[in-house]
Structures are given as C-alpha cells and as structure tokens.
C-alpha cells in the first residue's frame, strides 16, 4: 500500500511571496488533515477535511493560509504571503475516516528568509 | 485546557536499559492516547495506542501505562537499542466526533551502544 505523498520535499523562499504544498492520501482514506510542525515542537493541526468538506480549520491562519481539497481526494495548502514565522515542517496525513489511525508523509520543510 | 505537557525534552538511555517518558494531560474529555516515532525526515508513525478504560498495554519491548485520576501517561521502552534512537511524541483526542490529535512537544531520545 502506498503511503502518504506530498510534494515538495523542501522549499526555500523569501518573505512576502506565496508557497503551495501538495499531499496525495492514501487510496481510500476519506479523511485528510495538514499539520504544522515547528522545530523542536509537536505537530499542530492547522485543518481536517472529511472527503471535500472542512471539519476543522479553528486554528488556520486564514488571513494568509488557505487549503482546498477537491474531488476529495489531493489537497494543497498555500501560504500567502509568507512570514519568517511560517518556517516549519508541513505535515499531510489520512486516515480512513473519523476515529482511526493517522498515517503521515514524509512533510514538505519549509524556509521562509 | 486543550494541551499534552511531555517530559524529558530529551533523554539519553544506555543500549539495554529502560526509556521512560511522560505526559499529562488536563481534558478529562481525552479518551484516546496514542504515541508516535520520528525519525529525522520523516513523518510521525503511530507506535502504540490507548483507550482510559485500560491502565497498561503492552506492544512488544513498548508499554503505555494510564493513570485516569491523575490524568498522566507514560510510555516505556525496554531493553532500548540504538534503533530506537527518534522523537517520540505523546498525543491526545477525543473519539466521538472528529478526531483532532493534540501533541505532546516531543522527546528526543538518543540509545547509546
């Protein structure tokens, strides 16, 4: 089974402009979630979506952060315009549905200079 | 009310011997506790889980012990090998509904041969 995929593996840019991560679940699994993970902290949910529907966005940034899930399948997530602050690790997971276990990709490591 | 305190912030264990990290928690409406492995570049993997109607479950040389009263768990790893060498991160939810998970800040543990 594959697992999680997510596009880039790494992205360097500069403060002010924009950034799109992309994250392909596993086949089959309805529910998707994107995290941020800051050096040295644990994962922080930024949204969960169930199929094409948001269940949980209460703690995206939405002035600047925006993510959309079409077809309910891949998702992206887009940052814009970038802060230094949003230097993180950006983890996209998936889970069959509600109330089961989380697979996660290998994240997308963001730098914002 | 919504936070997992973790402890060590790292923890440095002699090949053979026993790692043990905590976590406590303050939602008393948590009712699931899962622990999670990263290794560098990767994304977190789900090592072993917990419902608060058990104390103890073991998986192996991996134990969760669960204190409901004092709303504190711990995992504790036996006979450690360098291989186990990873963050590892404790992780709360609540089941019925959706399943955000809020996590612990991690503990880097490093197995010295």
């Known amino acids: 089974e594959a697992g999680v995929a997510q596009s880039p593996r790494y992205k360097i840019i500069e403060k002010r402009q924009s950034v799109a991560f992309w994250c392909n679940p596993i086949?089959?699994?309805?529910?998707l979630y994107w995290y941020q993970q800051i050096l040295g902290q644990g994962p922080k949910l930024l949204i969960q979506?169930?199929?094409?529907?948001?269940?949980?966005d209460s703690q995206l940034p939405k002035d600047r952060f925006s993510a959309e899930r079409l077809k309910g399948v891949d998702s992206t997530l887009k940052i814009q315009p970038a802060k230094l602050e949003d230097s993180a690790v950006y983890l996209c997971?998936?889970?069959?549905?509600?109330?089961?276990?989380?697979?996660f990709g290998q994240g997308t490591r963001l730098t914002v200079v | 009310q919504q936070q997992v305190k973790q402890s060590p912030q790292s923890l440095i264990v002699q090949k053979g011997g026993i790692s043990i990290i905590n976590c406590a928690y303050e939602?008393?409406?948590?009712?699931?506790f899962p622990w999670y492995q990263q290794f560098p570049g990767k994304g977190p993997a789900l090592l072993i889980a917990i419902r608060p109607d058990v104390s103890e479950k073991k998986e192996g040389r991996f134990t969760i012990s669960f204190n409901k009263s004092a709303k504190q768990f711990s995992l504790h790893i036996m006979d450690s090998q360098p291989g186990d060498s990873a963050t590892y991160f404790c992780a709360a939810s609540i089941i019925q509904g959706a399943q955000k998970l809020v996590f612990g800040q991690g503990t880097r543990l490093t197995i010295n041969p």
């Open positions: 086949s089959g699994h309805a529910t």
């Open positions: 997971a998936s889970s069959y549905y509600l109330n089961t276990e989380a697979f």
């Open positions: 979506f169930q199929n094409n529907g948001v269940v949980d």
């Open positions: 939602n008393t409406a948590f009712d699931y």
